[in-house]
T-cell receptor, first 110, second 115 residues
Framework: GENVEQHPSTLSVQEGDSAVIKCTYS??????FPWYKQELGKRPQLIID?????GEKKDQRIAVTLNKTAKHFSLHITETQPEDSAVYFC?????????FGAGTRLTVKP | DSGVTQTPKHLITATGQRVTLRCSPR?????VYWYQQSLDQGLQFLIQ???????AKGNILERFSAQQFPDLHSELNLSSLELGDSALYFC??????????????FGSGTRLTVV
């Protein structure tokens, strides 16, 4: 089955700096890669996603890149703000089979 | 409100007891997924149902069971509860079971505390 690895497990940045979270996946048939943000005690929420036929997608301060050959994808957050502090999960999906990474706890210091 | 409804929000029960968690998926979604999230841990996939049928099983203990009813709501039954079962239990729903993936919409979760 699919195996998703996510790094780093914790990330601390200064407000205004950029943050990058990286994930690798094992199943080359995976074709959908969402990212979820989970604030403390709340539900995970989809923030951006990318499909395997696209290399990059951007939505305001967040962007996701996908390298199918290397089987890795990354989340980029620019101009970080304290409200970006949360746990971020990547996932890789093939049809109904979605596997999550272990999560990255991002702390943005004001 | 995500459209996925989970009840109850909080549950405190004693070891050895049995509880039932309920989930109503977003309107139009046929797939329901159950996840367990222990303190500071990731999302552990338990089980998936699609239109009433079990489709995939993850790390679900034999003490746990689930079902999806004709109206598409789902219930997760946890029995012979142990202290280690204390966790947030999330339900998520999505549109389809096959083909290109779709994002999940998560409910607000049920926080289970076993004492």
């Amino acid at each position: 089955g699919e195996n998703v690895e996510q790094h780093p497990s914790t990330l601390s940045v200064q407000e205004g700096d950029s943050a990058v979270i990286k994930c690798t996946y094992s199943d080359s048939a995976s074709n959908y890669f969402p990212w979820y943000k989970q604030e403390l005690g709340k539900r995970p929420q989809l923030i951006i996603d990318i499909r395997s036929n696209v290399g990059e997608k951007k939505d305001q301060r967040i962007a996701v890149t996908l390298n199918k050959t290397a089987k890795h994808f990354s989340l980029h957050i620019t101009e970080t703000q304290p409200e970006d502090s949360a746990v971020y999960f990547c996932a890789a999906s093939k049809g109904n089979d979605m596997r999550f990474g272990a999560g990255t706890r991002l702390t943005v210091k004001p | 409100d995500s459209g996925v409804t989970q009840t109850p929000k909080h549950l405190i029960t004693a070891t050895g007891q049995r509880v039932t968690l309920r989930c109503s998926p977003r309107s139009g979604d046929l797939s329901v997924y159950w996840y367990q999230q222990s303190l500071d841990q990731g999302l552990q996939f338990l089980i998936q149902y699609y239109n009433g049928e079990e489709r995939a099983k993850g790390n679900i203990l034999e003490r746990f069971s689930a079902q999806q009813f004709p109206d598409l709501h789902s219930e997760l039954n946890l029995s012979s509860l142990e202290l280690g079962d204390s966790a947030l239990y999330f339900c998520a729903s999505s549109v389809e079971a096959r083909g290109a993936g779709y994002g999940y919409t998560f409910g607000s979760g049920t926080r289970l505390t076993v004492v």
